[in-house]
């Protein structure tokens, strides 16, 4: 496995590949089965795989946990170089940031509504930053979690309205056997609160479970989803289309049913679709 902390060097680096399939996954690093599991289908499904780590500073608001961002790098480079990752990029910020620079914005609608809405400006980050590192990769593939739908709808419009030249591939959420979605900052909680974090996939398998049965009216299901988190700190519970747009039936095969809640003092996201 190589690793590349300059830009300039990875860019030089791939020009001799590029007559390979590239495929890509961008990462924030302390990397879980979640991680490992895009990080496996990309290896599979291409020529040369890379992987960045990079905690990208612009899609942090003030006040969030940016400084505290769990980091395990030698732990990831393990887990990288024997998964058969060809590439890691593991740039510091200025090797991908620019003074004054041109930046992205994310759309006025999509881009601020759920995690936008309680993140403002959040998705102009998350979009500077994974235009980079598509450019600087130059992959053909580049792999991302359902975990975080919203992100993942937002990087395919801006795919396409961009006319970027990427494949973007979807990839299932991975939980633990509790049903807890495997994610980075589940390394901040205690055990008493990861007990109390499994109300959230408690509450979505609930909710899958109301849909299953025959149940369409959105606000029984939000109803019923409310009382399983009445412990906890949400954020929102929302329930929309596969596109993100607010309804109030459930159409089955059409569904997304979001929960964003805190525990303790740790943020967690979570989602099905149904
Ligand atoms: P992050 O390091 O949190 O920025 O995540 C990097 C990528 O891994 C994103 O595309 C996430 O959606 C994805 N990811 C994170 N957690 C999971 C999970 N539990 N299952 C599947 N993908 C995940």
């Not at 924030?28 to 780590?53: F, P, R, T, W």
């Not at 980050?125 to 709808?153: M, P, S, W």
């Amino acid at each position: 496995m190589q690793i590349f902390t300059k830009t300039d060097n990875l860019i030089k680096y791939l020009d001799d590949f590029s007559n390979k399939t590239k495929g890509f996954v961008p990462t924030m690093g302390a990397l879980h089965g979640g991680h490992l599991s895009l990080i496996q289908k990309c290896v599979k499904e291409n020529d040369i795989s890379i992987v960045s780590i990079f905690v990208n500073p612009t899609q942090f608001l003030e006040g969030e946990d940016f400084d505290k961002y769990p980091k395990k790098i030698d732990a990831d480079k393990k887990i990288c170089s024997l998964a058969g990752v060809d590439i890691l990029f593991l740039p510091s910020a200025d090797e991908i940031y620019f003074e004054d620079e041109i930046s992205i914005l994310a759309p006025k609608i999509k881009g601020y509504i759920l995690e936008g809405h309680k993140r403002p400006g959040h998705f102009n980050g998350v979009l500077q930053v994974v235009l980079k590192l598509l450019n600087i990769t130059r992959a053909d593939n580049a792999y991302f979690g359902k975990k975080d739908a919203q992100q993942l709808y937002l990087v395919k419009k801006m795919a396409k309205e961009l006319f970027l030249r990427i494949n973007i591939i979807e990839c299932n959420i991975i939980r633990e056997d509790s049903g807890l979605a495997l994610s980075s900052r589940n390394s901040y909680l205690g055990q008493k609160e990861k007990k109390d974090a499994l109300l959230i996939s408690e509450a979505l398998k609930k909710a899958t479970q109301m849909v299953a049965k025959g149940e369409k009216d959105v606000s029984n299901i939000k109803r019923e989803i409310s009382k399983i988190l009445n412990t906890l700190k949400v954020e929102y519970i929302e329930i929309t289309d596969r596109d993100f747009n607010k309804i109030d039936t459930i159409e089955q095969g059409n569904t997304r049913i979001l929960i964003a809640a805190y525990v303790g003092l740790t943020r967690l996201i979570d989602n099905v679709e149904v």
